[in-house]
């Protein structure tokens, strides 16, 4: 009877501790004691500690994805946005009102003859005077593709300090127009002990600080190498002047190049070029 009465008493201090740990005590649990419920509670978080583990893989690897097909989402967009952005920019021509000469409806000097009274000393040719006389004697006709769509060409020169830029003004309509320009430069050297002038389609600053600018398609500034590919059209202007370019060659004239400034126009300076000089 005493051993009954102390396990009763065992049990009813089991069963308060439990009303005390919640407050509806054993109410909703009756049949369950504080050691049950333990290892109750132990059986359960082992099969739910695995599933969040296998969740963060697939996460991880899902995230990765996304990552990676969003990088390439944003270079496409700007790679597209970038090579637009330079068609347009080739297609919008220069800005020629700044060249002085080349739309107003002055009276043309005949630079030839300038050039032949000068008889081998020196010669300088302002920049509206170049304009003027290649707007009444310069004669272009598109080729290639161009042809189909370009008409009435219109050649214009802006001088640089130590090189001349070449415009190529093409009209596609009546308020369209698409231009191309070449940087012209030269360079005093001596070969076999004979003074002699190089040109090279170089000038301004360069390009990525290390690729020479050559030239313009529109507006965008591109390499030397590749306004080499208008070398030939260059040969034939210079056959349209074949006189001028005959008396330059001659008489061993130097071109100097020097932009306007202050009001100033841009000047062309023909040097006699001696071997002395170099």
């Not at 060409?153 to 009209?171: M, N, P, Q, S, W």
């Not at 090279?200 to 591109?222: A, H, M, T, W, Y």
Request: with cysteine; net charge neutral.
């Amino acid at each position: 009877m005493a051993a009954v009465m102390l396990k009763n008493k065992r049990r009813t201090r089991a069963r308060r501790s439990g009303e005390r740990d919640s407050p509806w005590g054993s109410l909703l649990h009756p049949e369950n004691d504080g050691e049950v419920m333990h290892d109750f509670n132990a059986e359960e978080e082992e099969p739910l500690g695995a599933e969040p583990l296998q969740r963060d893989g697939l996460h991880d690897v899902w995230a990765n994805l996304n990552m990676w097909s969003i990088s390439a989402t944003l270079i496409f967009i700007m790679f597209t946005g970038g090579m637009a952005y330079a068609i347009v920019r080739m297609w919008l021509p220069q800005d020629l009102s700044d060249i002085a000469g080349y739309e107003d409806r002055g009276n043309p000097k005949d630079l030839t003859l300038a050039l032949k009274n000068a008889r081998g000393t020196e010669v300088v040719f302002s920049e509206s005077e170049i304009n003027r006389y290649l707007r009444d004697t310069c004669r272009m006709r598109q080729g290639g593709i161009f042809s189909l769509i370009a008409h009435e060409h219109g050649l214009a020169v802006r001088l640089h300090d130590g090189y001349a830029e070449l415009i190529i003004d093409r009209v596609l309509s009546t308020h369209l127009h698409q231009t191309t320009a070449v940087n012209l430069s030269f360079v005093r050297e001596r070969m076999n002990g004979t003074a002699r002038l190089r040109a090279d389609l170089r000038g301004g600053e360069p390009l990525l600080n290390s690729l020479p600018r050559g030239g313009k398609i529109g507006q965008v500034g591109l390499p030397q190498r590749y306004m080499e590919m208008l070398r030939p059209a260059l040969h034939t202007l210079m056959q349209s002047y074949a006189e001028f370019v005959s008396l330059i060659q001659q008489h061993g004239y130097y071109p100097e190049f020097t932009r306007g400034r202050n009001g100033m126009e841009g000047r062309m300076r023909l040097i006699p070029l001696r071997n002395s000089d170099l």
